[in-house]
């Protein structure tokens, strides 16, 4: 009973010894916030993409507009999507010096998802293609040119030099762009050659006034691995889709998929973030293993002893461990994992000649062994209104049907 009243006493001097170490007070609230309101989502990306963008987080808000932008396009509201894209890249090219988040998140105590969502280099690209294709619509074939250009870019910073500025589409629309502008297309259209693999990129055809983008599948998704979830890693989502057919009057047209983006996201290779992580994670389990002697040692030193310089001793050592398994939990290693989600699979491309006049097409999709999935079929109205001016259809699995553009 004696010794069983001694330890009590020491635990309660041990308890009463903390609640006078203010930096252990302040450690309690580390990582504390107030939770935010949660906004209902209703599942439609078209009324939940405006309202999460103008109520929602901040830091999220270029995802949303990503997110948004995507499915605008798909739906043929070009106008809609334009906005959109301008103000996240506009947020995305001045990110990387100026925002406090972003320098938050790279300390030990901050979770790196806190920081303004610009997204990994494959979504950047996305963002700055589908800018590309609206620019393209609109006529402004200089700017499209300047936005494919921007999506190579996004993917150049990869520690593995053969995956460096590999997208095959951007490539071959910037050679494209050029020889339509009376300039030279062919190193980009040679680059679009070297990275394309194992498809036959076909010689630019000026003649050619209908450009389809043809997008199809499910892109990947994130997720954090490791002890910590301190490792970004991708999972993909599988498709039977492997090619799509165009179909009008006198035009029977296969197309390839161009780009996979399950390929550009798991092949990126390193990023600087990766090891911000794994230093966070290093810390956060040495820190705890530290704590937990500590914490374990001070505690029975101090129980065991008779001595009151020794009891103060362990009680201190004890003190010193409860500091380093509360900076261990206040330590947030987590990747982000936030993702553009609706991102396709697949793009792809194909150019054909036209006469002006409205045109009904037929956009198949197709599995291995050519056959179509019929429940995926769309049908666009083309009016194409000359001949010396590109007209750009966008179609997406996921586009509405039937549609005009």
Known sequence: ???NAHNVGLLSGFAF???GLPLIALLLFVGCATTPPQIPLTGDIMVDGPRMIAEGPAKDKVLWQYRTAAAAMRQAKFDEAKPLLDDALLTLRGIYGSDAEARKARGYFSKEARKTFIGEPFERSMAYFYRGVIYWRD?????ARACFRSAEFEDSDAEQNEYKGDWVLPDYLDGLASTKLAGDGKDAFERAKKSSRNINLPDYELKANVLFIIEFGAGPMKVGAGEYHEQLRFTTRRTSLVAARIKTAGVDLSVAPCDDLNFQATTRGGRVMDHVLGNKAVFKSTTDKVGDLALIGGLTTAAVSDSRTSQNV??????AGLVAKLIASASTPEADTRTWDNLPQFISFAAVQLPVGEHAVTIEFLEAGGMAQEKLTKTVTVNVTATDRDKVV?????STSP???
């Open 403 to 405: 549609q005009s553009q």
């Open 394 to 398: 966008f179609v997406s699995d996921c």
């Open 314 to 319: 362990g009680l201190g050592i004890a003190a």
């Open 1 to 3: 009973m004696k010794n």
């Open 139 to 143: 006529g402004e074939m200089d700017n």
């Open 17 to 19: 010894a903390s609640k």
